[in-house]
């Protein structure tokens, strides 16, 4: 069966300092991958997406980058984080069904 | 440009049964989703609508209408643990089948 893990599941940060968030599916293979924010009782905001190993495509302009190294591997980045940049972000994997699988989230907390 | 709307609250009684309306407009459909958040954890999927017409899925049932770009799902038999935030979704063309989320329902079930 399919499983997908994202880590660190909590962290705090420095304005300014970087971010590293890492997702891995297992048991399924060349998914499509996603990477969504939300914000404290909000929805949820589509930031990038991702066909394929190396192929990204972003929906929202803002200082996080996303990458995708290996083929069940989609890391989100920043060189430096915005007060802004808080909030619970989530990877997740689709089905050929189109049904969304979450990861169990990494909330981001900016001070 | 793409816009789901929903109603952000929802209060009914244990035991009755509750409707949570979606309208959309997408560039794009191929269909609407539901999702299930409880406090602190990650979305989970409901039902999918390609077709109109409604699904049902035990106490859950989803309808979907394409003329009118409208949706909603509905609960019945409300337990206190369906206490938890909604979300429609659409599911429109671009890489990878692109979903897109609404802003959310957070319905209470009351004793």
């Known amino acids: 069966s399919q499983t997908i893990h994202q880590w660190p599941a909590t962290l705090v940060q420095p304005v300014g300092s970087p971010l590293s968030l890492e997702c891995t599916v297992e048991?399924?293979?060349?998914?499509?991958l996603y990477w969504y924010r939300q914000a404290a009782g909000r929805g949820l905001q589509l930031l990038f997406y991702?066909?394929?190993?190396?192929?990204i495509s972003s929906e929202v302009p803002q200082n996080l980058s996303a990458s995708r190294p290996q083929d069940r591997q989609f890391i989100l980045s920043s060189k430096k984080l915005l007060l802004s940049d808080s909030g619970f972000y989530l990877c997740?994997?689709?089905?050929?069904?189109?049904?969304?699988?979450f990861g169990e989230g990494s909330r981001l907390t900016v001070l | 440009g793409q816009s789901l709307e929903q109603p952000s609250e929802v209060t009914a009684v244990e035991g009755a049964i509750v409707q949570i309306n979606c309208t959309y407009q997408?560039?794009?459909?191929?269909?609407l989703s539901w999702y299930q958040q409880h406090d602190g954890g990650a979305p989970t999927f409901l039902s999918y609508?390609?077709?109109?017409g409604l699904e049902e899925t035990g106490r859950f049932s989803s309808f979907l209408s394409r003329s009118d770009s409208y949706g909603y799902l509905l609960l019945q038999e409300l337990q206190m643990k369906d206490s938890a935030s909604y979300f429609c979704?659409?599911?429109?063309?671009?890489?990878?089948?692109?979903?897109?989320f609404g802003a959310g329902t957070r319905l209470f079930v009351k004793a």
């Open positions: 997740a994997w689709s089905s050929e069904a189109g049904e969304l699988f």
């Open positions: 048991g399924t293979s060349n998914p499509n």
């Open positions: 991702s066909v394929g190993i190396g192929q």
């Open positions: 997408t560039s794009g459909f191929y269909g």
């Open positions: 609508n390609a077709l109109d």
């Open positions: 979704a659409v599911r429109s063309p671009g890489g990878g089948f692109k979903t897109i």
